[in-house]
């Protein structure tokens, strides 16, 4: 199986994890029974998971991209797809748990910009992927 392929299939797979994780924050906080400090809690497993999971897909990208005869305009989207999913990870995740253990403790933590910023990041690595893949399909 060709490699370029291998790394298309890999960023659409994460294009299908990224809506079902979308999906999945905003069905939680409309489900009646939930509290919030619990869905933000439970938001913090699943994220943490996810995390994990976007992680062994992108080395795996990275290491189909090391032996793939890429063009450097892919390379850069998987270069950009790197820092971003580490800015998540690395800085805004951490944060954010943070607030979730605030909350938890029934603290009020004051207003961030945060939380919106790794949901726009969430949606570039989207917007990434998608034309990552589409140009190796073709």
């Not at 950009?80 to 805004?92: E, F, G, P, S």
């Not at 009020?108 to 910009?113: D, G, Q, R």
């Amino acid at each position: 199986m060709k490699l370029k392929l291998v790394i298309a299939v890999l960023a659409i797979l994460w294009v299908g994890m990224i809506l079902a994780i979308g999906m999945e924050s905003v069905v939680k906080f409309k489900t009646p029974t939930l509290t919030k400090p619990v869905a933000f809690d439970v938001g913090r497993v699943v994220f943490g998971a996810f995390n994990k999971a976007q992680m062994a897909i992108l080395l795996l990208m990275i290491i189909c991209a090391f032996f793939a005869a890429l063009l450097p305009f892919d390379k850069g989207l998987i270069a950009a797809i790197t820092l971003i999913l580490l800015l998540q990870i690395m800085w805004l995740f951490p944060e954010l748990s943070h607030r979730v253990d605030l909350i938890l403790n029934n603290s009020k933590p004051s207003p961030t910009y945060k939380h919106g910023l790794y949901g726009f990041l969430e949606i570039a690595i989207l917007l990434l992927l998608f034309v990552l893949g589409m140009r190796l399909i073709s």
